[in-house]
């Protein structure tokens, strides 16, 4: 029996793929599989073309993959852009009264999916139902899982569940009648511990909750809004406040006012936004203000493709805003990382009063992961702030005392009786405007030694595989699992490949960088974007230059069959 | 313990030019924070960049100094935070009605219970003499070489045109009147602007203190109401030879951003604890 | 030769959702064009990011679909550069009034000679159903949870505070009436603001085409003259059972930007081109 | 008799050093002298402390240097602050009547300044005509020079020359009473040709003129705004519109909009309104809309030192906004190179369809240089567009057409009978958005290719001194005159040091650096910043690391003895 099913729900927009795939995503991940989801969306509200694709596994999965086994073409376009992805073995669901598929393929199975739907539930809105338990049938999984689902998910609606069950119960018999022409369909799951089914901003959100933070601005921009909704719909119970800003510019200093004003606090957008937020980044940046700012990349330049993928905001984050100063980049892979890099992020930006920015990417922010369970026993809360005591007892309060760990203390305005102040200009200790060239150079001397200290607290880039390996791929971000996988490919082909993972990107780990790739291997970075910009920076830090490139940059993430092709093209012989 | 204006002077000298408007605008705030019994840790103060934005670095107070137009966004922030802190922006013309002109009209939207502060010279101070949005038609500079000839932005009518519920102006001339102004607008729930007449004694010939002198005359509650949102509009369009100024419009009925913010009912959220069994729950709903 | 709206189909796909307000205000844009007898190379269109933005796409005709909110300066640019062709701004609201605030206020200052037309559904379309700067109090969203709790931005107040010369607003369910005032927006001399109600099926189930068409009637010169600023202020405000459309304000007496610019009267910048002995005369200034 | 004189005009703003110093060095330049000149100020408009200061020299100088040989000190402040700059065989003139020295110092002459200039030019304000006067008797010149430029530069306003001139004769007749005195500090200018006395700024400005730029627009802001008021002052004459934004966004999308519109244009600014430029900088990019845009650098983060400067705004625009696209970065060194860099910022911005930065800062600005005639000979304008006998022959005009150059037919809109597009999405070749990967894919590839033809228009590194020297100093932009100098003194000195100099520094000359720093040369980097930004683009480039930084960033711009110093500490011995 195969070890894992691809599935697609592709229509237009407004076709509920989102629900379906959902729905599919959370009975596969209770069934015990290991889960992969990835959303791809055009721009608009209704019509067009978008997918959803799910991957079910028996071992863990963080990257999509091919060939298709199971296609849920919601119209006739989704035939005719899909069909060609779908495995000989595989099937395609449509609609036989609506769509027309020519020839003699078996892999097409057509059920009157909107009349069922009418017919047994009682509404059209349940035709996608009809394809769900067609699609259970024919992996062979248990129909009870579906119903417990659907039973728990729509709690309050019972009509919604009536219908939805017997709509997918439809399907899902029409399939079962025709039981052995499908066989090698099916997949049984592995008895597993119970996972959560949860998307990259999903995890950022959460933890952001997890950390404290309590107020978060934003701006609507895809594919960040994921954030700003999730919160919103949290802020009552966390005590929190979500702004919808009235721009960008307003955004991060809504929340640098809120961070000033003494709770944590975050924004996030995309690099259309983020250009909006550079100066005040920078303002974050001088005034020592704690600031957690998502990124969320989409491709570029300008509006570029707004519902796409691309990592290439990399160098423009790390060298964002006028003169210089500290700041953090962290890049999670997979909504586990997202989870606890957010709540790193918190604890950052307040320990070293530095804007950290988690760099995340479309593909990350909407891709559902399969997780164990967040375990919050090791995440702690401390805001790094003066004593009140300390307070109390000092004769006058240095906002930007010069330290030797660059950090001075820092407290919250109107407590303890001080006057708390902070500044855009250079400033002296005091946060008073000066213009004296040895107290300028003094304070930018105090704000650069927090890279010492940061550098320490940020993790090592991630082996993956054999150390030893003749090929090195290395890459950052969301494309993470998905080189993982390539680089088992690899050496199940043969090729003898290790890979490097850069999780925590700035301070950068230069040492670290510098030693890997002094051993000789030949090595080459796997990047969603068209430079190659972690290689510009491995080579600013490191002066090593990679042998190769895998670089896409189309707005689409990479499959791992990908980087594999790219691999061989690209480094087997040099 | 009271409090006394001397409890506001710090000794970071002052880089305006002597003469400059802004100096009684200072002793104004000073001496309405005195008046409230307020102290310095007390209160926070929130400004741009241009003159009147190094306002909070001459007076003791927590303060906020951000970038040049975007004070109010960071100012309604620090109030969300921290709710029960009097929050005074201190902005110039170029600063809140130029670069910070979208934060403005969202700002009084809002009607986050903050004090707006504008010292409205007409011109770019700090950066030499350039028009700013409020400076008259036909004022000539470096830049505008023919003269200004844009339509002047008259805060006081955008502001009424978004039914912001505290409207007034001041004149810089005139410390007593300014000074009970911003008592009134920080005490008052909700938005306020005071825009205060401040001449530039370096860039701007034509508005003086005397020419200013010859033409405010103050609005006084019996002869004017300042209750009626379009009797306000009209009555900010006077200009010319008589300026008024004082309260245009006062509306209490219209509930603030505090008033209505579900979260910010229980108290101010910087007091406030998380309970992490709360993040236990949202983590169990993702199985 | 005349011009038939044919003439300004083109076959790129429309994006927009099946019975959206915005169909029936891309038709009057190229009806209004038909009109004055222009043709597709002649006028120029200029829009931001937004699900109106993307109207430019949907017709022949030059281009420039910039950022979301900053169609107004590129456009007033296009204009003061070429100063004959006549400009058109297309916007949301979210992005003519949110992201673009600024550039609207100071847009109408200028009053530069454009049109500017914004689709105002009164939430962000393409972000997928946020409030917008012009959304009513109480329209629950994703994020607005406890619904819209901010005032209501009303353009036409604002632009008229600004005195804009050219105030009007149609609706998206009356088409022909909506052509003429883009008509007349566009021939007339100065900044124009065409603010169009129109209903957004996706997002906004209250606002209706049904819910406007219950509310809506004309301003009709003869009972009402658009040539009062203060009664244009008053009539502006007017919304609830019923929602004037038409004309509010127009003033023929105030000078555009190109009417004052000394450069610019001598005809468009572009058709001009550089004496090279005059940069002859500026480099001997030096010594 | 010695070669050069440093001459400093100190004060509180608002006491006129400008004006002095202005005429001082134009009588200067034109008694025949090579003159450098730069201005200190405070970021306030009177008060404070300011100055101006001026090097006179019979060989070209190119930046300030020390000890001072006059010190013209008009207040008590500027007494007590540059006395310990002042030579020996040096003078200090200040007012006898309103300040005090103490001592018995030869340096100090005092003379009733305010006094004399009411008394002979019936006015306190010629005081700093006194000064004046006095300056040239010390320095042993001729009166006539301040008369004929007096006259000239005052030519309207009869009594003005007038009193300054009565005034200045006073404060010269003074000194020649104590002749003898100061036979030392007497310099006899070179016969030379005429030059023009300039500054950066004004260089600039003038360039654009040269161009037919038409259209300027930004929002003040330090050091910049003087581009934008010297272009004010000559739009008339050039059918040109100088537009003062609402803020820097407008001004970079008005600057965007001209030049769509047809003409020529361009904006100018600091770090901080570059920062709100950064998402339109991408709008150019991706709508391949021409644009020259100065960045005037100064110290940051944030609002910093607005009065200062500093070279720490590189790799920030280097990489500023979302996704990627070509860009041309020019740093001139000198008046003269800016006035020619502006000229080929306009035609490269047009020919390739780029957004072209200058990159300047408040030295380079603010400072005045002796510059040989500006030739025109050289200088035509190609407006780079389709031409219309070609667009009349055109099916269908494609304004994104996919090129071996990457740059597409570019088209004025309402001319020709074209419809001409201009796009922020990721578009067709016809301007229209699409989604399509493989469209998009050549799109980037389209744009990147400009970069190749880029690359063959700038200029090489420039070497300076010997090329087989021990060591190598590496610079860029303002620096140029300071490191030349320090060279030629190393040299002096003993120690062999050549320098390399980038003025064009985007596309990176990769080849040639690589080339110069493989000849085992031990080279640092010479930069007005805090990370040695051009430093860590070599390493990026060409893997080559240096040996030692030499780095100033308290505000102050480099003068050649403090490279000189810094070298020594950090290069001999390794
Ligand atoms: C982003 C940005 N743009 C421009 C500036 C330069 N700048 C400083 S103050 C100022 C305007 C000052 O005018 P105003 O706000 O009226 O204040 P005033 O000096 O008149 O009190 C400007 C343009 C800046 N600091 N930041
Ligand atoms: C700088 C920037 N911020 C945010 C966005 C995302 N965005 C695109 S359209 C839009 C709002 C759309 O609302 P509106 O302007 O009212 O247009 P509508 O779609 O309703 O027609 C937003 C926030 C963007 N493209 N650019
Ligand atoms: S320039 Fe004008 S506003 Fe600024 S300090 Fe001087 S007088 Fe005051
Ligand atoms: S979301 Fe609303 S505004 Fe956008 S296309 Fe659909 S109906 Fe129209
Ligand atoms: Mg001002
Ligand atoms: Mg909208």
């Known amino acids: ?574 | 313990m009271t409090v006394k204006i001397e409890d506001f002077q710090n000794d970071f000298s002052i880089a305006w030019c002597p003469g400059c408007g802004n100096f009684p605008i200072l002793n104004a705030v000073k001496q309405a924070l005195v008046d409230l019994k307020l102290r310095p840790h007390e209160v926070i103060l929130v400004s741009g960049i241009g003159q009147a934005a190094k306002l909070p670095h001459y007076m003791r107070c927590n303060f906020f100094n951000g970038l040049h137009g975007r004070a109010l966004p960071v100012a309604t922030a620090i109030r969300i935070a921290n709710s029960k802190a009097p929050v005074i922006v201190i902005g110039g013309d170029g600063d809140t009605y130029g670069e910070g002109g979208n934060h403005f009209l969202h700002a009084v939207r809002r009607n986050i219970n903050i004090t707006l502060i504008t010292h409205n010279n007409q011109v770019f101070g700090l950066t030499r003499g350039q028009a700013s949005p409020t400076t008259e038609r036909g004022f000539v500079t470096k830049v505008q070489t023919h003269g200004v000839f844009l339509t002047p932005l008259n805060p006081l009518t955008i502001a009424l045109a978004l039914e912001a519920p505290f409207v007034a102006r001041g004149f810089a001339g005139d410390g007593k009147h300014l000074t009970a102004l911003i008592q009134e607008a920080i005490t008052f729930e909700g938005f306020s602007l005071v825009d205060v007449l401040q001449p530039c004694v370096s860039y701007d010939r034509v508005h003086t203190f005397q020419w200013y002198k010859d033409r405010v005359y103050e609005l006084k509650e019996g002869n004017y109401e300042p209750s009626d949102l379009m009797a306000a509009i009209q009555k900010s369009r006077e200009w010319g030879d008589r300026i008024p100024t004082g309260i245009f419009y006062r509306n209490p009925e219209r509930l603030s951003f505090e008033q209505h913010s579900p979260v910010l009912k229980d108290g101010p959220l910087v007091q406030r604890r998380l309970d992490i069994s709360r993040v236990q729950k949202v983590i169990d709903s993702f199985f």
Request: hydrophobic letters at 40%; aromatic letters at 8%; proline letters at 4%.
């Open chain 1, 1 to 574: 029996m195969a070890d894992e099913r691809n599935i697609m729900v592709a229509g237009a927009a407004g076709q509920g793929m989102q629900t379906i795939g959902f729905i599919l995503g959370k009975v596969m991940i209770r069934a015990g599989f290991e889960v992969f989801a990835m959303q791809d969306n055009e721009s608009r509200i209704r019509g067009g073309h978008n997918f959803f694709q799910i991957r079910i596994s028996k071992k863990p999965v963080r990257a999509s993959s091919t060939p298709l086994h199971v296609l849920i073409a919601l119209n006739q376009e989704s035939i005719e852009r899909h069909s060609k992805e779908v495995d000989p073995s595989g099937i395609i669901i449509f609609d036989s009264e609506k769509c027309q598929v020519s020839g003699e393929d078996g892999r097409f199975f057509g059920l009157p999916l909107e009349r069922l739907a009418i017919e047994e539930g009682g509404n059209r809105i349940f035709e996608n139902s009809v394809a769900t338990g067609a699609t259970l049938a024919f992996l062979g999984l248990d129909f009870q899982k579906l119903e417990d689902f659907l039973k728990a998910f729509f709690a309050e609606k019972a009509d919604t569940v009536e219908g939805n069950l017997k709509a997918a119960m439809a399907g899902y018999d029409a399939v079962v009648k025709k039981k052995d022409a499908f066989a090698e369909l099916r997949i049984n799951p592995e008895k597993s511990e119970p996972k959560m089914f949860i998307s990259g901003h999903e995890a950022v959100a959460i933890g952001a909750l997890a950390a404290g933070c309590q107020f978060m601005s934003a701006y609507p921009m895809s594919p960040s809004t994921s954030i700003m909704m999730y919160l919103a719909g949290k802020a009552d119970d966390f005590d929190m406040v979500v702004e919808q800003a009235e721009d960008e510019i307003a955004a991060i200093n809504l929340a640098i006012g809120a961070s000033y004003g003494g709770v944590r606090s975050m924004t996030a957008t995309s690099g259309g936004g983020f250009s909006l937020m550079v100066e005040a980044f920078g303002l974050a940046g001088v005034s020592e203000t704690p600031l957690v700012l998502v990124e969320a990349q989409r491709p570029g330049p300008a509006t570029g493709l707004p519902t796409r993928t691309e990592q290439a905001d990399l160098l423009f984050v790390l060298h964002a805003s006028q003169g210089e100063f500290p700041r953090v980049i962290l890049a999670p892979g997979t909504a586990r990382e997202a989870f606890y890099d957010t709540i790193k992020a918190f604890d950052l930006a307040e320990k070293y009063q530095v804007p950290v920015v988690l760099l995340t990417d479309q593909f990350l922010a909407d891709s559902y992961f399969a997780e164990s369970r967040f375990d919050l026993s090791d995440v702690h809360i401390d805001r790094h702030l003066l004593e009140e005591k300390k307070a109390k007892a000092l004769k006058a309060y240095k906002r930007y005392e010069i330290t030797d760990s660059g950090v001075s203390p820092r407290a919250i305005p109107t407590a303890f009786g001080l006057e708390v102040v902070a500044d855009s200009h250079e400033h002296d200790e005091y946060g008073h405007i000066t213009e004296d060239p040895h107290m300028r150079k003094q304070m930018v001397d105090k704000r650069a030694r927090k890279m010492k200290g940061l550098a320490g607290e940020l993790g090592p880039p991630e082996r993956i595989g054999n150390q030893k390996s003749e090929f090195l791929l290395v890459g950052w971000g969301s494309t993470y699992g998905a080189m993982a996988e390539a680089i088992e490919i690899l050496n199940k082909q043969g090729i003898s490949v290790g890979g490097v993972r850069l999780r925590d990107l700035w301070p950068f780990p230069t040492e670290q960088m510098t030693e890997i790739l002094s051993d000789g291997q030949k090595w080459a970075a796997v990047e969603n974007n068209a430079t190659g910009q972690l290689a510009r920076l491995i080579q600013m830090e490191t002066q090593k230059k990679p042998e190769g490139m895998i670089l896409k940059y189309d707005g689409r993430p990479f499959m791992p069959g990908e980087i594999v092709e790219n691999f061989r093209k690209e480094m087997v012989g040099k």
